[in-house]
């Protein structure tokens, strides 16, 4: 059992009898430790240290502002990419833990390894996550997360990601990851697309990517999109439309404007890279959008 | 910037981003060499400080056991250190009692744990050298694999190393780096003068030959010409 800074506990005391595990953590103070829900998953020992209470209070007030149970929809947060990964697990924690869904992460920034890492170390219990890993095909660390839910090597050709997709309805017996129960859906992120694929060729993968998703998906499906909009304006302006709400992500990691549109554009009206009326693409919001909070 | 354009973060050394095209590459993993006395530490402190005025988060990883007040006090003496980022935007981690009596392997979890906990976009190893001196044969072995976990974070990391006389830089690490600065010190005649060079930033084009800097109390490592 390998230990680091650690304080052993017998798991008579932990109320678990027959095993012993041990919490690692580097804290003093133990109480900042915890113990995995799925403790006999975690094999005989225990990780987790707890995230910081600011980004604890992010996922609370950034689940507050998604709720998951309505219709499908897509939900933008823009935030500096500097803060692209931790709102990333931000909005994992919010998700998979705080209100118990079932997700799918698309990977497509780097392996799906490393967010599994992350929400190990995190303590984010990872047993209603699926992979669908884009990058792997280029990615020397190519064993597969022993804590998700499931895990599916995708392709990296954004041409055939949507069909993959698509494919992956629970009714092929090959396939290892089901959309079919699937009530969120975080992507690694979309822009960073544009590194190995043209602005309109991304576009006309989102659009077919939305449409995907609306026709194979579980009534309500929540669509996670984390993006700098100042750093990808063009994107952020074609992708803008589609989304029920945009919730602003301060670099102190705080949640400021959230836009909520009425009528969020659907999938159907535009069919091509073109998106929809150029008219409503501004990152300031059209008209048909409410303010609904303030930093 | 164009859409497929690396991000950048600006470094806060006074003339070294237009050096590199706006800042470090985002993220990457970046090794500042230099002898002592040169600004390892101080350059590494602004480029902290820059972060913590943005509202970003850094982590400063001691590796030489000294108490954190110690660096603090240090770390005063320059304008840029306001003291409301110490602690909060400015994370200071000692690990060099644990560095002792560790194993590589345990050292990296240690790292992993904090950087997991802080969730910094700019992270600081001083010096990385330190460990090769205590971990002597396994030390390659470490720095690879530090750096491979550093590159997976997004964040930008410094890892300052000390280098011997006759030495460039630090050899062992710095084939795995993305980037590689060096701080200088000169006999030329009766002056000691320091200088910077950017041996190495992957997907940068940066200007190459030794530039003049100097150590302000104002703005710690300033670089004073700068060639374009």
């Not at chain 1, 502002?65 to 909005?91: D, M, W």
């Not at chain 2, 041996?199 to 060639?227: E, F, P, W």
């Amino acid at each position: 059992m390998k230990c680091v800074n650690s304080v052993m506990y017998r798991t008579d005391d932990l109320r678990i009898p027959g095993q012993s595990i041990c919490l690692r953590t580097n804290y003093d103070n133990i109480s900042n430790a915890f113990i995995s829900p799925n403790l006999y998953e975690c094999s005989n020992w225990i990780v987790g240290l707890r995230m910081n209470e600011r980004d604890l209070k992010l996922a609370e007030e950034v689940g507050s502002h998604i709720q998951a149970n309505g219709s499908s929809a897509i939900y933008i947060l823009t935030t500096k990419y500097t803060n692209l990964v931790r709102t990333n697990l931000v909005l994992l924690k919010a998700f998979l833990d705080m209100k118990t869904k079932r997700g799918m992460m698309i990977t497509i920034d780097r392996p799906h390894q490393y967010i599994s890492h992350l929400l190990q170390l995190h303590g984010i219990d990872q047993a209603k996550l699926q992979f669908i890993d884009a990058i792997s095909n280029h990615a020397s660390d190519t064993k597969v997360s022993p804590n998700a839910e499931a895990f599916e090597s995708g392709p990296f050709y954004i041409e055939t990601l949507p069909d993959f997709i698509m494919s992956c309805d629970g009714r092929d017996p090959e396939s290892k990851v089901d959309m079919s129960s699937t009530e969120f859906i975080l992507m690694d992120n979309v822009s960073t697309l544009l590194t190995y694929n043209t602005m309109e060729n991304v576009k006309i993968f989102f659009s077919r990517y939305v449409g995907v998703l609306k026709e194979r998906s579980s009534a309500s499906l929540a669509t996670l999109i984390v993006m700098d909009r100042d750093l990808h304006a063009d994107l952020y302006s074609f992708i803008s439309p589609f989304a029920k709400k945009i919730i602003e992500i301060s670099t102190d990691m705080k949640v400021g404007n959230v836009v909520e549109s009425r009528s969020p554009t659907s999938v159907e009206s535009t069919p091509s890279a073109n998106g929809p009326a150029a008219s409503d693409r501004s990152g300031s919001g059209p008209q048909t959008r409410e303010r609904t909070g303030e930093m | 910037m164009t859409q497929n354009a690396f991000p950048r973060l600006e470094s806060g050394i006074p003339g070294l981003d237009e050096m590199i095209q706006g800042g470090f590459p985002f993220p990457s993993v970046v090794l500042v060499a230099g002898s002592a006395g040169a600004g390892k530490t101080t350059f590494a402190q602004k480029f902290l400080f820059e972060g913590a005025e943005k509202g970003e988060q850094g982590l400063y990883i001691s590796t030489l056991s000294e108490p954190a007040q110690w660096m603090l006090r240090y770390v005063q003496q320059f304008e840029f250190a306001k003291q409301e980022f110490y602690g909060k935007e400015v994370v200071y981690y000692d690990m060099g009692t644990a560095l002792r009596n560790s194993t590589g392997e345990q050292l990296l979890q240690m790292i992993d744990d904090k950087v997991a906990e802080i969730m910094p976009q700019r992270i600081v190893i001083d010096p990385i050298t330190v460990v090769g001196t205590m971990m002597k044969d396994d030390y390659r072995v470490f720095a690879f694999d530090l750096v491979t976990r550093l590159k997976n974070w997004q964040a930008v990391t410094l890892l300052t190393g000390e280098v011997r006389p006759g030495e460039l830089y630090p050899a062992e690490i710095s084939y795995a780096v993305d980037g590689v600065v060096l701080l200088m010190l000169s006999d030329e005649g009766d002056a000691r003068r320091k200088y910077i060079e950017v041996l190495k930033m992957r997907g940068t084009n940066h200007i190459t030959g030794k530039q003049s800097v100097d150590i302000t109390t104002k703005d710690g490592v300033v670089v004073l010409k700068a060639r374009f």
